[in-house]
């Protein structure tokens, strides 16, 4: 492991997990569809995951690796619960294009 | 550590009360255990270090424990009041208190932690059961709108202070926080711990709607059910703005003088925004918010003085916090069964139900920083300190903004006292009146004795 990581150098998998945040923060910011939205800010999650877990072995050290763990634990309950309104939006909106909820402004 | 396992256990329990058919007995039980809680909070660190370990994840100083009182007293006054608003929904009475003291438990691993991960619980923990209280009220579309609003910004936040936590860690290989609090003192970092800590504060500064990133407050303020936005506007607010003094103060950054003028410029800018923006708002809820964010800059500006700093922040939070919880309880009465929270609902109140009326006088009062109220003071110490530490221009902004915000503020009082009403009086349940008058009167007792919050810290 460390052999590949010296091979490919931290930086690149710095680069790389900036790269998908910028991707998930840009589908966060324009697209409508709430579940791509839901979709975008997962990818923004996981692309922390992958810089978790290529730190962790740049340090030689575990706490990294758990941390991925609770992370994605706390992405699960977060869409679980973002599912729920996103249902009960539905059933009352029929729809779950985002720029349908405009009832709220001043 | 023992104030996080009672106030996870009190969550569980509620969750089981449902079982046994004690719903009757659920909000008085929960309230009595954390007002047990509370004292045991205030009284178990008074006999030394009994609880500062558990592998480094918890430490439990006089910081956390100040602030977690203030918390847990914000959640006895919360649920109280949820027995009177969740009466027609009786059926999910013990979820709605269950996730009312979880988002308690998260509040306090906040202020408590000691490693970053047992910060981004509880930050996660916080913000998840607030996403679901937000959209609690299911039927109704401004209330789905706003959950949906809340979740998509927060997740958003979250995303970003998980890849500032990320950076932290790559540039240490802890997520320890005295082992960071060490390693940042030294002169030559990584980039990365800079990038990482510009994220994990303009993640904070969301959850604080500080002013670039604002926006989602007001509609989410007005869109949530009102006993919930009480939650937000007092609980949720103070709580964030604990955890990120603390992170900041861990990392070293205070002195450093890019982060100052970050501090100046968005203290300023929320303060401006805030208060210009609540002038022209007929929604009693939606002008909370904005006068929330004008305060979410006079909270930033507590940083500026490094000395006093943390008890500057507490006093001004705990002044804040218990005009808003009384503010609310009086709204929460008043609006009950109407349809928006517009101010001509108030129309009257002061013949109508003169000692309500009192109590919301008092709370804005307070919150506009009129003297003898503990938001006076605040605001008083606040300014001369900042003055003290070399930051005329913020302390100038911050006056020209008090005096603005007494605009709004007198908006809602004249409605009481010089309209008249057209609306029957309606009864209203003894726990608002307690509510309001228990927080007003500890906001006067801290006013007048500022030192009864400073001893708890020092």
Not at chain 2, 163 to 192: M, P, Q
Not at chain 2, 355 to 379: E, Q, Y
Not at chain 2, 429 to 446: D, E, H, K, Q, T
Request: aromatic share 12%; net charge neutral.
């Amino acid at each position: 492991m460390d052999n590949i990581l010296n091979q490919i150098g931290i930086e690149n998998y710095i680069f790389l997990s900036i790269l998908l945040f910028c991707i998930g923060v840009f589908g966060v910011l324009y697209r409508r569809n709430a579940i791509i939205v839901f979709m975008s800010i997962e990818i923004m999650l996981n692309a922390v995951n992958l810089l978790f877990v290529a730190f962790s072995t740049y340090h030689q050290d575990p706490k990294g690796q758990v941390f991925v763990f609770f992370s994605m634990t706390v992405a699960a309950a977060e869409v679980a619960v973002g599912l729920a309104i996103l249902v009960s939006v539905f059933r009352n909106i029929g729809s779950v294009d985002i720029s349908n909820l405009k009832n709220l402004k001043g | 550590m023992i104030t996080l396992i009672a106030i996870t256990a009190l969550g569980v329990f509620c969750l089981i009360a449902e079982i046994f058919n004690l719903r009757k007995a659920l909000v008085p039980v929960t309230v009595l255990g954390l007002l047990g809680i509370l004292g045991s909070t205030l009284n178990l660190y008074s006999l030394g270090e009994l609880s500062s370990d558990y592998n480094t994840m918890i430490f439990a100083d006089n910081y956390a424990k100040t602030y977690s009182s203030l918390f847990i007293l914000l959640t006895v006054f919360l649920v109280a009041m949820s027995h009177d608003v969740y009466k027609e929904h009786q059926t999910k009475i013990s979820d709605y208190v269950a996730i009312k003291v979880f988002l308690l438990a998260g509040a306090v691993a906040m202020v408590s932690f000691a490693n970053l991960s047992m910060y981004f619980l509880g930050i996660e923990t916080l913000s998840i059961a607030l996403y679901t209280l937000a959209g609690s009220s299911r039927l109704d579309i401004k209330s789905n709108e706003a959950g949906m609003k809340y979740f998509l910004m927060g997740s958003f936040a979250s995303g970003f202070i998980l890849f500032g936590i990320c950076l932290i860690y790559g540039t240490f290989g802890t997520f320890d926080l005295k082992e960071i609090s060490e390693f940042s003192g030294a002169l030559d970092k990584a980039i990365w711990f800079s990038i990482g800590v510009s994220l994990i504060t303009i993640g904070m500064l969301f959850k604080i709607a500080a002013v670039p990133f604002h926006f989602w407050a007001p509609d989410v303020y007005e869109g949530s059910p009102s006993l919930v936005t009480a939650t937000m506007s007092t609980l949720a607010k103070v709580v964030a703005f604990a955890a990120l003094y603390k992170l900041l103060a861990a990392m070293n950054l205070f002195p450093t003088i890019q982060f100052q003028n970050i501090i100046v410029t968005v203290s300023i800018l929320s303060m401006t925004v805030g208060n210009i923006m609540a002038l022209r708002q007929e929604n009693v809820k939606r002008m909370l918010a904005f006068s929330g964010i004008s305060h979410a800059g006079f909270m930033l500006m507590t940083v500026l003085s490094i000395a006093n700093a943390a008890s500057n922040l507490c006093y001004y939070t705990y002044a804040y916090a218990l005009a808003g919880m009384a503010a609310f309880a009086v709204i929460i009465a008043v609006t009950k069964n109407k349809d928006n929270e517009n101010i001509s609902h108030f129309n009257g109140l002061g013949r109508s139900n003169p000692l309500l009326a009192a109590v919301l006088t008092a709370a804005l009062l307070s919150m506009a920083g009129i003297p003898i109220f503990a938001g006076f003071f605040a605001k008083f110490n606040l300014f001369t300190q900042t003055i003290q530490a070399g930051y005329l221009v913020v302390v100038i902004a911050g006056v020209i903004n008090s005096i603005i915000s007494v605009g709004y503020y007198f908006k809602l009082i004249l409605a009481m006292y010089t309209k008249e009403t057209q609306e029957t009086t309606q009864n209203i349940p003894f726990v608002y009146y307690a509510v309001g008058v228990i927080s007003i009167l500890i906001n006067l007792v801290i006013g007048m004795h500022p030192n009864v919050i400073t001893d708890l810290l020092n």
